[in-house]
């Protein structure tokens, strides 16, 4: 809760009073020498035009990030699209595949899809007892981070067009497209749900 708090106090305090965006910039910040880069596995049968890998990397926490890459098989640079799930309880799309079949059809038409999951779902992850105002927060701030670092491995290892990142983020992850609305300056659009 304290969290959450400090995170809506700066935020409200720099559009009400001209605080420093430099102080919510420094909360989702990260170290990019602890970053390592993903690996990828083949991920059942492939589709024609599009390939479906999985895809994790070591984010700024020191924990492996698991993913999924849909990706079309071309040349040339494409946009990047960014995918966060939502966290309902007791749902079946509580993770990466909520968006799968936007991202095969984005893929189908051009774009590059990354999509995570997000912290409080991963092996080891305890029930949060306080879902409103618990682990969440820092949660939203660790997937934030974990999102920068996305960028910087893809635009490092991909042909991803640095002109056209895009993040489309679904309650719990809509709380995070709004922090990366304030720091990220890579990413152009956003659709937060």
Known sequence: MKLALAIFLLAAGALAQDVPLERLQALLDYDRSAVESGFLRMQGPQEPGIGIVDYSFVGPAGERVPGTLVAPRQGEPTPLILFGHWMMAGSLMRNRQEFMEE???????????????????????????????????????????????????????????????????????????????????????LVLM
Request: proline content about 7%.
């Open 103 to 189: 991202a095969r059809l984005l893929a189908r038409a051009g774009a590059t899809c990354l999509l995570l999951d997000g912290p409080l779902i991963r092996q080891g992850a305890e029930p949060d007892p306080e879902p409103m105002n618990g682990q969440g927060p820092l949660a939203q701030v660790q997937m934030a981070k974990e999102w920068r670092a996305a960028i910087d491995l893809m635009l490092a290892d991909w042909n991803i067009d640095p002109e056209r990142i895009a993040y489309v983020g679904h309650s719990f992850s809509a709380g995070v497209g709004a922090m990366l609305a304030g720091v990220e300056k890579r990413i152009g659009s």
